[in-house]
């Protein structure tokens, strides 16, 4: 059994493990610090372990994951001044001398539901989360999606009626893009409530349910998916994943086949999963 | 030097061609009849030519482009009901006795740009129609993007601001999507002239510009297209490519790197030679 290390890294934690999937899974999560403090906590960690053939990195970003580029590997924009520019793959692959894979935490997680979870056996399917942020990774004839630098689909613009939702958004960059109107910090701004804290017959379903069937319609004009899978705190929510599909199919009136709209079926260990099977995609 | 057939079948006219590529393509046209009469001059016009490789068609849609569908090569529910299901590729093949491909009209053009025009030597890129509809072909790590069924770009939801623009949008099947609210006879409908008869101070092209941005924003947003051709009838208004960049560049504020957006490299023929393209591509 080829083993390998997976180190899915978050904005507020860490997740670090070895294996070569869900069955051998062994893993540690701490909060994330600085850079070199945190990058030092993984590499500890594995050098404890068994030798790995390889690590991959699932990380938040945005990053640069082109192979091809002389930054790939590093952390580049992101709020975050103590990892912005950090060659965050560069410093694991020194301390540990093995190569080292790096991608978004959204296509690593789609990765581990392509191998082990629910996009088994596709070969074009959106994995979306839906949290802190919206992020999405899209698998399109079984090979993940790059582009030039990596999607951003949590800041496509949709509908929105200020009449019903006067609240204006909360993107930095946006205002009232999909994250900037339906991610958990604008459903707890919105609403003076974490999102966690609402009932479920609260209104704010509703409206979350409409601006992600807006979100949704967009990703399967555009990439007319086989399958999605909708994953993330605000979608643990009992019922939201229901009232989306609803709401899809009622606003795409036909027009297109949907796809299935699916939960994850891998549960929060999909990060470092994902970021082990980067590392076995090599 | 390998030649190969390739027809263009639009609503209102049909392109057949013959050649390998623009240098030596001879080509006639015709307007679209029913079914069985408009193949019966595409085959009587390929019979009349040296034998050809294979064929390819470009064809308006929707149609069935998986291979490995029982009913690939078929328009599915066009509302031109002459043609709806009929098994477009399996009668060209029965009368020519070569192998035909089949792709919807704008995957045809993305190939023909990638080929000979405005694409070659990139994998992921996008290609844009803005005409009698809005339509959107793909490519995504060196191979067209098809999923299940196909993208439907021109169908995406956008921020309508109904009061600067009352107009409803006239799609069918969702009122005021992108192409409901933009293409050419959206236009026509919302100020009462045909777009070409409208001068290039008017109103018409800063709102036109408006709504195409929004729709690119979530096409690049999803997509992280290395570069966009935006092409068709609509945008060869002189002023409306550089009026749509601004914007574009405007909406996305700085979050993304933004891909080059250019002008097709082919002309008028980018159909059928994309045809020709798809049937050497097999």
Redesign the interface.
Known sequence: MRRFGGIEAGGSKFVCGVGSGPEDLESIEFPTAGPEETVARCVAYFKDQERVEGVGIASFGPIDSDPLSATFGYITSTPKTAWRNFDFAGAVRKALGVPVAFDTDVNAAARAEFQWGAAQGLT?FLYVTVGTGIG?G?M??G?M????????????????DRARDPFPGNCP??G?CLEGLAAAPAIAARWGQAPHLLPSDHPAWGLEAEYLA?GL???I??????RIILGGGVMARKGLLTGVCGRVME???????L?AMVAPALDARAGVLGAIALAAAG
């Open positions: 074009t999405g899209a399109v004839n090979r999606l790059h582009g030039r630098g990596h999607p951003e689909m949590g800041h496509v613009r949709v509908p929105h960059y946006h009232d807006l319609l967009n990703w004009a555009t990439l007319a998916p086989e606003l795409m009136n036909g027009y297109m086949n796809p």
